[in-house]
């Protein structure tokens, strides 16, 4: 290889446990809906690092076919950041727009997941519907959060198998949210029949602005 930038299989290790161990840390898995949530954004850790720091293969299936069209798809590291070649970004690669909307996006997933995880906490204390916080905007803010990471990701370093992934992993969490709403609609009645009507499942809803507040 051109460097040492991959075969090494520790931080393959590392790097996945610990964003593993983040999540939990923000997530707090506890039912087996929870753990197959978690399993499942696991599998995308698994896939995304191996190829970042084990073994690239997508760069090696992309660079014998594209390889003299975008010089920069190389066995370096640098290579596996595969949108800077396509908008022919020349600087560093850590630094460029779509590394740089990357951190935002997983920032955000990790914070949207700790904030839904503590109005989700207290409501279950006190034996309520979870409905303030980031569940006044959307239903399922801590799968939300998730997608956002994985979206972060995926600006930072795409890869074919997590590409692949992605969509499957979305109709994996829609399905755990489906069977989650079949379970509180049971338990909270009329209670989650007026929430659901008034709240979207995944994407907010921009705010209407009211016939008083017009100029």
């Known amino acids: 290889m051109a460097d ?4 090494l299989w520790p931080l ?26 978690m399993g499942a954004y696991s599998a995308f850790l698994v896939a995304l690092f191996t190829e970042m720091y084990g073994t690239p293969l997508t760069i090696y299936l992309l660079g014998s076919w594209l390889g003299s069209r975008f010089p920069l ?18 600087g560093d690669p850590h630094l460029s727009p779509f590394h740089l909307a990357s951190y935002v996006l997983i920032g955000g997933g990790f914070w949207l997941i700790a904030a839904a995880w503590r109005v989700l906490h207290q409501a279950a ?9 980031p569940y006044a905007h959307i239903r399922h ?31 994996i969490y829609l399905r755990l949210a489906r069977s989650e709403e079949r379970e509180v609609a049971q338990h909270f009645g009329t209670t989650w029949t007026t929430y659901a009507a008034t709240t979207p ?11 008083g507040s017009r100029s």
Request: proline content about 6%; overall charge positive; cysteine-free.
């Open 125 to 133: 204390q006190d034996g309520t519907l979870a409905t303030t916080g």
């Open 12 to 37: 393959v290790v590392l790097n996945t446990a610990l964003f593993v161990l983040f999540a939990v840390s923000f997530f707090h898995p506890k039912s087996k809906r929870d753990w197959r949530a």
């Open 73 to 90: 798809l190389s066995d370096t590291h640098a290579g596996g950041h595969l949108w800077n070649d396509l908008i022919g970004w020349q």
């Open 201 to 211: 499942a995944f994407i907010p809803r921009r705010r209407r602005q009211s016939a």
């Open 4 to 7: 040492a930038a991959y075969g």
């Open 141 to 171: 803010p801590q799968y939300d959060g998730f997608l956002l990471v994985m979206i972060g990701f995926l600006l930072q370093w795409p890869t074919i198998p997590t590409l692949i992934m992605f969509p499957i992993l979305v109709v």
